[in-house]
């Protein structure tokens, strides 16, 4: 019922900022818990940032403070603007739906396929 289309990546220099979208098509975005994953070159998936349907957020400790997540249901469009970007936050990063708010990974049912980040120092 969903198809996701994230975008936004590139290659920046530390202290820079990007900005992510992702795309969604299907009846049950305005209303799916949807959310930023990023998996670095041979670590596991890591959760990034979260969004609720009432537009309630969960993020990481590693981006406090610099990521912030957020959706135009009216654009069917999630965004995560990245802010302060450090040369840690180097990954692909995937948008995903369908998930739990503080869920993991698992609990999520549909996938983007991946934009990369680099961040240069």
């Known amino acids: 019922q969903v198809q996701l289309v994230d975008s936004g990546g590139g290659s920046v220099q530390a202290g820079g900022s990007l900005r992510l979208a992702c795309a969604a098509s299907g009846r049950a975005f305005s209303t799916s818990v949807m959310g930023w994953f990023r998996q670095a070159l041979g670590t596991e998936r890591e959760f990034v940032a979260a969004i609720g349907w009432s537009g309630d957020t969960n993020y990481a400790d590693s981006v406090k403070g610099r990521f912030t997540i957020s959706r135009d249901s009216a654009k069917n469009t999630m965004y995560l603007q990245m802010n302060s970007l450090k040369p840690e936050d180097t990954a692909v990063y995937y948008c995903?739906?369908?998930?739990?708010?503080?869920?993991?990974?698992?609990?999520?049912?549909?996938w983007g396929s991946g934009t990369q980040v680099t961040v240069s120092s």
């Open positions: 995903a739906a369908g998930g739990s708010l503080y869920g993991s990974s698992r609990t999520y049912d549909y």
